[in-house]
Nanobody
Framework: QVQLVESGGGLVQVGGSLRLSCAVS????????WAWYRQAPGKQRELVAS???????DYTESVKGRFTISRDNVKNTVYLQMSSLIPEDTAIYYC???????????WGQGTQVTVSS
């Protein structure tokens, strides 16, 4: 059974930092592409950052230079380091997996990030 469990969300002031974690089980972690999405109230879910099985990363324009996605193939954990947070970053953040061989997609339950001004 595939499980993606996010943690690390919370309330932070403008300019602060948070690190989100996504602990993974039941999946071949090394052969999976990983991503973080977010969904703000009243908005569509959007891709924030992604990292491939080879470690190549990409970011949506609004978080470039502020967020860093990383993967630990030993701990089977994906991270999203967020800094210089702004109110517009307030959202539920979701961990997403896409298996490189089958294309299977799985989602975590989400973790709330709230940036107060």
């Amino acid at each position: 059974q595939v499980q993606l469990v996010e943690s690390g969300g919370g309330l932070v002031q403008v300019g602060g930092s948070l690190r989100l974690s996504c602990a993974v089980s039941g999946i071949n972690f090394r052969l999976t592409h990983w991503a973080w999405y977010r969904q703000a109230p009243g908005k569509q879910r959007e891709l924030v950052a992604s990292i491939s099985i080879l470690g190549a990363s990409d970011y949506t324009e609004s978080v470039k230079g502020r967020f860093t996605i990383s993967r630990d193939n030993v701990k089977n954990t994906v991270y999203l380091q967020m800094s210089s947070l702004i109110p517009e970053d307030t959202a539920i953040y979701y961990c997403n997996s896409r298996a490189a061989n089958s294309g299977r997609v799985d989602w975590g339950q989400g973790t709330q990030v709230t940036v107060s001004s």
